[in-house]
């Protein structure tokens, strides 16, 4: 019994983000496809100047405990590194039901110099740094919303 229990202690934790979503008050979900090689084709969303957002994601622990998952987001334009986004996510147990995690809401940059296409990359690591999904993205800031969302 001693060596199947620390056999099953020594397990990889292992995360699978579900779904990723952006919230816009007064606005449908946009809801993310998550590619498989962490890289969407083309331009994976469109969010208008001056709005409210916020990212929701789901994702599921299985195998042990995940201790200190964090989110790093960061953007440039152009080259140039604009923003770069860090969030405590939390320690978590395994469990049937995927969890949910909410963003702070932010605020898209606006005005003319804020509008075009940006290239961001997304991680979800934990203490170990060991990561669990990287998405290399594109996306625009465009004066209004894209009419297909």
């Not at 987001?73 to 770069?84: A, E, I, L, R």
């Not at 296409?117 to 919303?145: G, P």
Request: with cysteine; charged share 25%.
């Amino acid at each position: 019994m001693g060596c199947q229990s620390t056999l099953i202690e020594t397990l990889e934790p292992d995360v699978k983000i579900v779904s990723l979503a952006i919230i816009s008050p007064g606005r449908p979900d946009i809801l993310l496809p998550i590619p498989e090689n962490g890289k969407p084709k083309g331009l994976w969303f469109t969010l208008k100047e001056g709005s409210r957002y916020r990212l929701k994601f789901t994702f599921q622990v299985s195998n042990n405990i995940v201790s200190g998952l964090k989110y790093s987001n960061t953007v440039w334009k152009t080259g140039v590194k604009v923003d770069s986004t860090k969030e405590m996510i939390g320690t978590f147990s395994p469990q049937q039901e995927p969890y949910t995690h909410e963003m702070p809401e932010e605020t898209t940059p606006s005005g003319i110099f804020a509008r075009g296409s940006y290239s961001a990359r997304s991680k979800f690591v934990d203490d170990d740094n060991k990561c669990y999904l990287e998405i290399n993205y594109t996306f625009d800031i465009r004066k209004d919303w894209s009419s297909t969302s």
